[in-house]
């Protein structure tokens, strides 16, 4: 059963950057492509970008500027950087696997707040 966590602060300053990382047990991150997606409070899901088995990165367009998405096979984890993050950039934040169109394992998520 492959299992997704994440983890970083709760809260972050405006400006700053914001990191988070999220952990994959049970399976390999070598294959499948590994996803950041965020929640805004009261708003729908928001797709960040993920890094694919090859290494490759693909982002949102809106926020290609800000992020960047690596990963550490030997620790089998993967990590989010945002820049400049503002209070807009608070919410919930998930890692997920997608596969075959879908995302078919999610971590629990975390919740990040920007203070202005």
């Known amino acids: 059963q492959v299992q997704l966590r994440e983890s970083g602060p709760g809260l972050v300053k405006a400006s700053q950057t914001l990191s988070l990382t999220c952990t994959v047990s049970?399976?390999?991150?070598?294959?499948?492509?590994w996803t950041w997606i965020r929640q805004p409070p009261g708003k729908g899901l928001e797709w960040m970008g993920l890094?694919?088995?090859?290494?490759?990165?693909y982002y949102s367009s809106s926020l290609k500027s800000q992020t960047s998405i690596s990963r550490d096979t030997s620790r089998s984890q993967f990590s989010l950087q945002l820049t400049s993050v503002t209070p807009e950039d608070t919410g919930v934040y998930y890692c997920a696997r997608a596969a075959q169109g879908s995302y078919d394992y999610w971590g629990q998520g975390t919740q990040v707040t920007v203070s202005s």
């Open positions: 049970g399976g390999s991150i070598s294959s499948g492509a």
């Open positions: 890094i694919a088995a090859d290494g490759r990165t």
